[in-house]
């Protein structure tokens, strides 16, 4: 969400009505008014709409929680990212040529997979058009990566496996391609593999204020500079969210969609 502070409890430090601001909810986002604890707001600068402002906490801590806390990412290491044109997407491209990681996507239209290239993706892959296992093996020399951020799930599960180097890490943050997959588990021995399943709404709040303080020392600076740009694809009014959720199912958004509360 973001807005503008209508009241501020009596024991909160440093802010007060007015301020400008955005934060990751754990729900309840359709709405004029939300309750936000203090320690997960970020001030918005004066430049800033509410929909770019709206465009940063969810899709932006989660690329960071999961290539960086969950992923432990490194400078000179390569990532795969799946759903590379999705607001994490766009978000995790980002983040990772930021530190001088090798950044490897896929996507299912060419209008995506060159926005993805825009932004610093190294290899964009048309999973509808080859198999992206064959064409990662092809640009590592067989080798593969050392991270993939999975929102697909049960569906990639053995080729995410077999696509990853020795020490690699899989964390799969969704479930769009099923619950259930195969793979072959002396994969997971033999290149001693770690598989780790992550959410972020699910958290306590303890977790979420310590994951927004990390963000904010690290990368909100990149983003208030410019050097980083969120990604926004439409605004739909909130009395337009079912169409809003359609057009999103329809996988046609490059980056965030928002929903206005007002004007």
């Known amino acids: 969400m973001a807005g503008v502070i209508e009241a501020v409890g009596a024991s909160v430090p440093g802010w007060q009505t007015g ?4 934060a990751l909810l754990s729900g309840g986002g359709y709405a004029e008014k939300v309750n936000v604890h203090q320690k997960m707001l970020l001030r918005l600068p004066d430049a800033w709409d509410f929909a770019r402002g709206t465009a940063v906490p969810e899709v932006w801590l989660t690329a960071f929680v999961n290539l960086f806390l969950e992923g432990n990412l490194q400078t000179g290491e390569t990532v795969l990212l799946h759903a590379g044109a999705s607001g994490v997407g766009t978000a995790a491209i980002q983040l990772a040529k930021s530190i001088g990681a090798r950044v490897f ?37 067989g080798e593969g990566v050392d991270l993939i951020l999975d929102p697909v799930g049960g569906a990639y599960l053995d080729r995410n496996a077999r696509a990853l180097r020795p020490f690699g890490r899989l964390i799969n943050i969704g479930l769009l391609g099923g619950g259930k997959g195969e793979m072959n588990v002396a994969l997971l021995l033999r290149k001693r593999l770690r598989i780790i399943g992550s959410t972020l709404r699910s958290r306590p709040l303890t977790e979420k204020i310590e994951i927004t303080r990390q963000f904010q020392a690290q990368f909100w600076p990149k983003l208030l500079s410019g050097e980083m740009q969120p990604i926004i694809d439409t605004e739909f009014p909130i009395q337009e969210a079912q169409a809003a959720h359609e057009y999103v199912a ?4 490059i980056g965030k969609v928002i929903l206005t509360v007002r004007d």
Do not use: H, M, P
């Open 105 to 141: 996507v896929t996507s299912s239209q060419e209008r995506k997979l060159a926005r993805c290239r825009a932004l610093g993706a190294d290899l964009a892959i048309n999973y509808k058009e080859q198999d992206f296992l064959q064409a990662l093996l092809a640009a590592t020399n």
């Open 19 to 22: 301020n400008r601001v955005c």
């Open 250 to 253: 329809q996988n046609r958004n």
